[in-house]
């Protein structure tokens, strides 16, 4: 929580997207701020659509981000078990 900084209301965020949803920082913080309220899968789903349409955007931030997401859970978690599959589809599809 500490190193995402200030991420901002997802409900302001979620406009935003819906105004350009190919905002890839809107959905960034986005996901942050989902994964940092116990919503986990919509917060994976937006990171791995960011790694699907652009997979070296900011040097690759949406795909570390989800790394770090995973560290957090465990590697035992059922949102981790479920994101490294959404994430292993999207690189290997």
Do not use: N
Request: proline share 5%; with cysteine.
């Amino acid at each position: 929580a500490e190193e995402a900084g200030e991420v901002g209301d997802p409900a302001a965020l979620e406009r935003q997207l819906e105004a350009d949803p190919e905002d890839h920082e809107t959905r960034y913080r986005l996901a942050t701020a989902l994964f940092l309220r116990g919503r986990l899968e919509p917060a994976m789903e937006h990171l791995c659509r960011i790694v699907k349409k652009d997979r070296s955007w900011k040097d690759e931030a949406a795909r570390k981000q989800l790394l770090k997401f995973f560290d957090a859970l465990g590697p035992k978690h059922p949102a981790t078990l479920k994101g490294r599959r959404m994430l292993s589809s999207v690189l290997f599809a």
